[in-house]
Structures are given as C-alpha cells and as structure tokens.
C-alpha cells in the first residue's frame, strides 16, 4: 500500500519546505553540492524497481506512473516528479540517482558520486523488519530499513574518502540530506497484519527514537544540513479509506472526511518527532536540522481541494482498481484491472 502524491501535490509541498529551508538557512544557488535522500514511496526515485526481477515490476514500475514528466515510469510512486527532485531543481542540482543504480554504474566503472544518490525504498519502515517478525507483523514490500539505507550510505562515503579526509568532510558538510518521510509504513503493515491501535501506539516512540538516532549520525558523521519530513494524513488516503472506512459519521472528520483516529496517530508521530528534533538542535548548534511539516502543508489540500486546483476532490485516488475511493489493494494503479483516465493535476492523490 504504497503512498503516492500527484505531480502538482509534490510541487506544493516541496514549496513549502523549500520557504522553511530559506528561513532557517541563508542559502542560494550552489549553496549545496549533492543532495541524499532516505525514505520510503514518497521519496524513493527506483530503488525498489531496481530490486525487483526485470519481468515482475512493481506497480509504481509501470504505466501510467511518470507520464506527466518522464513519459514514462520511473519507478517514483508519482505520475511526475517527488518531491525530493523538486528540492534538487530548486538548488540547481541534478535529481538524486537511486543507488541501485549507482552501484550497477560503479560495477561498470561510469559512477559519478558528486550530486548525490537516493537510498529511499518504497514501503521502507524505520524499524527493521525483524523487530515486527516477531510481533507477527509482516511487510510484504521491502526488508530495506532506515538502517539499512544508512548502511549504503556509509558504503558509499568509504568510496569518496579514498580520494581524500578533506575532499571527504567538505562534501558531506555542503550536502543536502532528506531523511524521510518514514513511520507509514511502520503503522501501515502493522495494522495490515491484525495490530490494534493500542499496540500500534506504542511502536510510535520506537519509530521516533530509529529517526531521531539517525539524525544523529549524520550530523555526528559531518551533514551539515538535514531534512527530516514527519508523515503525511493517511487518514485522508484512498488506501485507509478502503480498509477503514467506517459507517459511524463519527469516524470521520467533518471538515476534511478524514479519518480522525488515523491522523491522530500521525499528528502523535509527528510531535515526539519534533520534540526529539528540538533536543537535536541544543546538542548540534553548528548544524541545521529542519522539521518539514508535510502534515500541516497538506491538510489544507484536504480542507479545500477546488481552492488549489484539484477539482476531482482530495479523498478519492485518480488511478486505481475501483470502488468509492478508487482503490483496491488487488488492482494497484498500473496493475491489470486499474483504471486511470483522467487528468492526474485534478487529484491530490
């Protein structure tokens, strides 16, 4: 159940986050030499594709994915661009290779390591997969985990620190990380499996805590600046809809239509998440670690869809197997039985 946005959803909230990086960093044109980015279907850019057999591609590996830009899928959970390619644009930089792929270039001896690489994986927990293993909980995705992408990343870095400690710290210092958005797919597959929302809330601060020590570590390895989203309303996706959804009218908030328990885990995520960044900041003084609030930015796509353009509404998904929200796990958009005519622009999801 991957989490999509439409290409002009992204562009929207990557103008967001773009404003509070200009406000908390004094930061032109070159200010940034590579961007990395971590995470999951919000920020992968093909990583799980490139992990898939050839001939058993994801949905997000087939049409009508990427149509809007690319004209073709790229392997982004999007009909254009993520926003993690938004940012790259916006800082004059190429947009951040999967690092599947960079290390087939390197096999091959064509790698350019300079601008960056994307270690993101579409449904990538922060928790590894293990600890949900033993709960009974299964993700039928990815094992590729918050660790486990900061693992590629040290690889990589053992890499660029052959040619030099100074070369090294300089470009880790000058590079722009986006770390995130992770945690959907921690409650997604757990309430998939059976998990109630009592035990789901106490994988919260767990989740917080693998995010928060990440931050850390990159700050701790040199990264001067850190991007960390928190989680998006799921309670307003197609996806929860459909799996959720509820006859009580008290499920649901009046203003939106989204499922009020749902977003209120994700406001919960949300604010241990900015509470752990604040106690970052105190110890990391030198550095720059932003708290992008996809939340806030969002909702008010929510709240007023037609007010941004999207005539189609925010609640019902654009491509998909059918049904009231068109969505249907069996027949992902791409996948046979998914249907999608429309102008994707017309859709937040």
């Not at 994915?65 to 004209?71: I, L, S």
């Amino acid at each position: 159940m991957a989490s999509s946005c439409s290409n002009l959803t992204c562009t929207i909230l990557t103008t967001f986050i773009v404003l509070v990086i200009n406000l908390n960093v004094q930061c032109s044109l070159g200010c940034y030499t590579a961007i990395f980015g971590f995470g999951d279907s919000l920020t992968d850019t093909g990583n799980l594709v490139l992990l898939s057999p050839p001939d058993e591609p994801p949905h997000m590996g087939l049409p009508p994915y990427g149509e809007t830009f690319f004209h073709r899928p790229t392997g982004r959970s999007s009909d254009g661009r993520l926003v993690i390619d938004f940012m790259a644009e916006y800082f004059g930089l190429p947009l951040a290779p999967p690092y599947i792929g960079v290390v087939e270039e390197e096999i091959s001896g064509v790698i350019n390591y300079i601008k960056g690489a994307n270690y993101a994986v579409v449904g990538a927990p922060a928790l590894d997969i293990a600890f949900y293993e033993e709960r009974g909980i299964h993700n039928p995705i990815t094992n590729f985990s918050l660790r486990y992408q900061l693992e590629w990343f040290n690889d990589l870095l053992l890499s660029l620190c052959k040619k030099s400690s100074n070369y090294c710290n300089e470009f880790v210092k000058r590079s722009l990380v986006v770390l995130g958005p992770f945690g959907g797919n921690d409650y997604t597959h757990s309430f998939l499996s059976g998990a109630g929302i009592d035990e789901v809330n106490t994988f919260v601060p767990l989740v917080v805590n693998a995010i928060a020590s990440a931050t850390k570590e990159l700050l701790e390895i040199g990264v001067g600046t850190i991007v960390v989203p928190g989680i998006l309303p799921s309670g307003c996706t197609s996806a929860y809809f459909s799996n959720y959804g509820s006859s009580n009218k008290e499920d649901y908030d009046p203003e939106t239509g989204c499922l009020i328990w749902v977003n209120q885990l994700v406001e919960y995520l949300n604010q241990l998440l900015q509470m752990q960044l604040n106690q970052i900041r105190d110890l990391h003084p030198h550095a720059t670690v932003i708290f992008a609030d996809f939340y806030s930015a969002a909702m008010p796509l929510f709240r007023s869809p037609q007010t941004y353009g999207f005539s189609r509404g925010g609640l019902r998904a654009r491509c998909g197997g059918g049904g009231a929200y068109n969505y249907n796990s069996s027949a992902q958009c791409g996948e046979a039985g998914s249907t999608g005519c429309d102008d994707p622009s017309l859709y937040v999801n």
